[in-house]
Nanobody, 121 residues
Framework: QVQVVESGGGLVQPGGSLRLSCAASGSIASIGRMGWFRQAPGKERELVGSITTGGSTHYADSVKGRFTISRDNAKNTVYLQMNSLKPEDTAVYYC???????????????WGQGTQVTVSS
């Protein structure tokens, strides 16, 4: 089995920063792309950004220049550094990982349970 667990959410004032972490564990052979999504109340889940095994990143226009994704392949962990946070960044943030499990035939997307980020004064 494979587990994906996020941490680091919380309440922050506008203009503040937060760092989210996401660790994958279990019967993992390899991990490809890892990414962060978010879902605000009443809205659909949207991509925040993603990172390949080699470190290439992609960001949604709404977070470019404010958010940074990084990963530690040795720890099967991806991070989301969020700076200059705005109230519209308030959402549940989900981690996604494309995992090839041991003894499996291909890659499958695994999701974390989500972590709440609230930006409010």
């Amino acid at each position: 089995q494979v587990q994906v667990v996020e941490s680091g959410g919380g309440l922050v004032q506008p203009g503040g920063s937060l760092r989210l972490s996401c660790a994958a564990s279990g019967s993992i052979a390899s991990i490809g792309r890892m990414g962060w999504f978010r879902q605000a109340p009443g809205k659909e889940r949207e991509l925040v950004g993603s990172i390949t095994t080699g470190g290439s990143t992609h960001y949604a226009d709404s977070v470019k220049g404010r958010f940074t994704i990084s990963r530690d392949n040795a720890k099967n962990t991806v991070y989301l550094q969020m700076n200059s946070l705005k109230p519209e960044d308030t959402a549940v943030y989900y981690c996604n990982a494309a995992v090839i499990a041991i003894l499996s035939r291909g890659s499958r997307d695994y999701w974390g349970q989500g972590t709440q980020v609230t930006v409010s004064s």
